[in-house]
């Protein structure tokens, strides 16, 4: 089971060991059961991205989903959009997870992913992507890459990216959210679509017995980032008073738009 904790106050990134991370138990625990909160957030997203890209997209986009770990729906909602995505992850637990099930062809599929797919399928954009399991399991398409969205590590630039539940997440430190918020931008071109999902309020959290620290953010903190480095971008929040993931959290906040171009 994965339970709340409390956050060890103040303490960085580095200060928790992200290689012991259980991808199994947090895959299990969080999507095999398609959540009326994660429901709520593909069709945020996936609107967005329809909206946006239609059902003729420029070809060869390539895009990014930063922190990946056991979380798969973020890189389906730019699936049928991309020719080429990245999943760029930082523990070896999560990066082997992830190889693991594509070189089994992702056996997760059944248990949760193709629920969501249903999900994305409502719309004309995604129907147009006739096997989407096949697009994943093909390594022209999808890719694993080990990265530290904290190195401060020159990357290619994407044309579109995504970044779900990763930079509140990752560290107690309010400096590491948002240099883990500037380095993702820094991986998108200008004018490059985005969607970003965050815990509001969040006081830490278990994977097992093993604490993993949060940031305490809520949405002012997201619209100051955004405000100056975003265009066209939309927030929204959802409440954690109906059936809440687990405890010491007051909601999720999701934010979509596009990197504001260079003047």
Known sequence: MIAPGPQRVGQGNRDYPWDDFNPEEYFKFNYVELRDDDREIVEIVRDFLARKLGTSPPRGLRGIDVGTGANLYPALTMLPFCEH??????????????????????????????QFWQLLHERESYRRLADPLEKL???KHIEVVKGDVLAHAKHDKFDMGTMFFVAESITGQR??????????????KPDA???MAFMEGSQGYHVGAQKFPATD???RD???F????????????????DKPLREHYTGMIVAHGRIKKAR
């Open 193 to 195: 679509l985005f969607a």
């Open 175 to 188: 400096g590491e959210f948002l240099d883990a918020m500037d380095q993702f931008f820094s991986m998108l």
């Open 217 to 219: 953010i809520g949405e």
């Open 226 to 241: 955004l405000r100056e480095r975003a265009s066209d971008f939309s927030l929204h929040r959802l409440s954690a008073e």
């Open 222 to 224: 997201v619209w100051d």
């Open 85 to 114: 995505i990245t999943l760029y992850e930082h523990s070896e637990a999560n990066v082997q997870w992830l190889r693991d099930q594509a070189a089994a062809r992702w056996p997760s599929w059944g248990e949760a992913w193709k």
């Open 137 to 139: 399991i093909d390594s």
